[in-house]
Nanobody, 118 residues
Framework: VQLQASGGGLVRTGDSLRLSCAAS????????MGWFRQAPGKEREFVAH????????LYGDPAAGRFSISRNKAQNTMYLQMNNLKLEDSAVYYC????????????WGQGTQVTVSS
């Protein structure tokens, strides 16, 4: 499974942005996909994940109430709609995929930079 993240950019506080993650290869093996982010000098943190077959989104603290994860199975693409962006949302956003419920995320996209300015 290969992943390609896109959609990042420079926005202002309060703006919205939608990230995309296109999956290719053996996508039928995907169990769950997620978004993570990492800001300079900070550890990578969980943003949200979604089960590939049935949805079941789960959000981390950074996403609560502002972000929405979704996926289009027909297009093998996952999305992260980010609303009301804050300065602290600035980070490199990575998408990832795991192939089983208990497994680790084994495929990672290259990351897309989101920069929020005041």
């Amino acid at each position: 499974v290969q992943l390609q993240a896109s959609g990042g950019g420079l926005v202002r506080t309060g703006d919205s942005l939608r990230l995309s993650c296109a999956a290719s290869g053996r996508t039928f093996r995907i169990y769950r996909m997620g978004w993570f982010r990492q800001a300079p000098g900070k550890e990578r943190e969980f943003v949200a994940h979604i089960t590939w077959s049935g949805g079941s989104p789960l959000y981390g603290d950074p996403a609560a109430g502002r972000f929405s994860i979704s996926r289009n199975k027909a297009q093998n693409t996952m999305y992260l709609q980010m609303n009301n962006l804050k300065l602290e949302d600035s980070a490199v956003y990575y998408c990832a995929a795991k192939l089983s419920p208990g497994g680790e995320y084994i495929a990672w996209g290259q990351g897309t930079q989101v920069t929020v300015s005041s």
